[in-house]
């Protein structure tokens, strides 16, 4: 898809993006298609925005209701600039259709890891020209906080998700979610030959040789990170050296971990829950991987990736409204078909084999901000010999 500069083209653009139905009031429908609908007002009078992006589901197609269209939300303009440690090649889309359909508004991504972002912004300090982080984890989200340099998001931003997956201070929001999970390869294992006890790991002789993880991944830093929490420093290191023990194999990343359990490389890994619904989409929906899941643990942690505003914004108002944005019914049915991740707006469910957000067992007392001591699991994981 190509676009142009031009007011004109930007403003027939937005018309075309109309779709038969407001997001909240009759739904969006389909997984499929580029945008579907034929230009028909919402209704309550304001134009439906439609679906972003084609979908990667292989699971079909489904209706979604639930959420604010952005045809309800506030127009913006001007010039923005975002911070994201989202990969491009995942928000991307989200962003440019966002942009596109303002014609007065400029915004400019900065992609690279967390880690690199928030060194970058601490930096630059007050000269930062960043206005919105955009990331994956809390974690991050917290460290900025932490440093002071982000401020409180407007009450009617905060509204859209539950507190659970925000800032109790209102500094951050989550824009969607992702749970821990055991892929497990069902050729080898039946679903209850997992524990649904993490700690548990090392006692299952039966994975030895078979298992892999991704120690180097920012995920598997913060699953390590709510252990340390959860369980303290002495048993956190003694299940790592527990793992290891069991001669676990390493990979580059998450989804590796999952294309090794459906290839039969290893039988069972620890990984985010979507990465074995995009190996399933790659192969059309059919391989001999399944999700387990612990219960009240680490390993059932529930992470957000999220966005807050920063102090360095020139317009925090229109900051704010694009973080607003990333919560709308249209963005998080994207999240959900584009990157299958937990849609955090009620009423926008998950795409896939997967339990909604209310049926997980995420572990209790773990608030997300406490997941921002990301050094001090480093420096154990690089004790233990892990990193």
Not at 8 to 20: D, F, H, P, W, Y
Not at 171 to 187: D, F, K, L, M
Not at 205 to 212: L, S, Y
Request: hydrophobic share 40%; with cysteine; net charge negative.
């Amino acid at each position: 898809m190509t676009t142009e500069d031009s007011p004109g083209r930007a403003i027939t653009r937005r018309r075309l993006l109309a779709t038969g139905a407001a997001a909240g009031v009759a739904g969006l429908a389909g997984c499929t298609g580029l945008f579907r609908g034929s230009n028909e007002s919402g209704g309550n009078g304001s134009e439906a925005v439609g679906q972003i992006g084609s979908g990667r589901s292989p699971f079909g197609d489904r209706e979604i209701g639930g959420g604010t269209s952005m045809a309800d939300m506030p127009e913006m303009s001007g010039e923005l600039t975002v911070y994201s440690a989202r990969g491009e090649v995942l928000v991307g889309e989200l962003i440019s259709f966002i942009e596109d359909l303002y014609p007065d508004l400029a915004v400019k991504v900065r992609y690279n890891s967390a880690a690199e972002l928030v060194n970058q912004i601490e930096t630059e300090g007050e000269n930062s020209p960043a206005e919105v982080f955009f990331t994956v984890d809390a974690s991050s989200l917290g460290e900025l906080k932490k440093d002071g340099f982000t401020s409180e998001l407007p009450e009617g931003v905060r509204e859209l998700v539950r507190e659970e997956f925000r800032d109790p201070d209102g500094q951050w929001i989550g824009t969607s979610g992702r749970a821990r999970t055991v892929p497990y390869n069902t050729n080898k294992f039946e679903k209850s030959d997992v524990p649904t006890d993490v700690m548990a790991f090392p006692e299952k002789k039966a994975f030895a040789d078979g298992i892999g993880w991704a120690p180097t991944y920012s995920s598997f830093q913060s699953f390590v990170t709510a252990m340390r929490v959860l369980e303290g420093e002495k048993a956190t290191r003694q299940w790592l050296r527990g793992v290891m023990d069991l001669g676990v194999r390493e990979y580059s990343d998450e989804f590796r971990v999952a294309e090794a359990i459906a290839d039969g490389e290893i039988g069972v890994g620890f990984a985010n829950h979507y990465y074995i619904q995009r190996v399933l989409a790659g192969r059309g929906g059919e391989a001999p991987i399944a999700t387990a899941f612990t219960k009240g643990d680490a390993g059932a942690m529930f992470n957000v990736a999220g966005a807050s505003v920063l102090k360095t914004a020139a317009d925090a108002e229109l900051a704010a409204n694009f973080v607003r944005h990333l919560l709308s019914a249209e963005a998080q049915d994207y999240f959900a078909r584009e990157t299958f991740e937990y849609p955090l707006v009620p009423g926008v469910e998950p795409i896939g084999r997967l339990p909604t957000i209310d049926e997980l067992n995420p572990p209790e007392g773990l608030d997300l901000t406490q997941l921002s001591d990301f050094q001090g699991t480093i420096e154990l994981m690089r004790d233990v010999g892990v990193l």
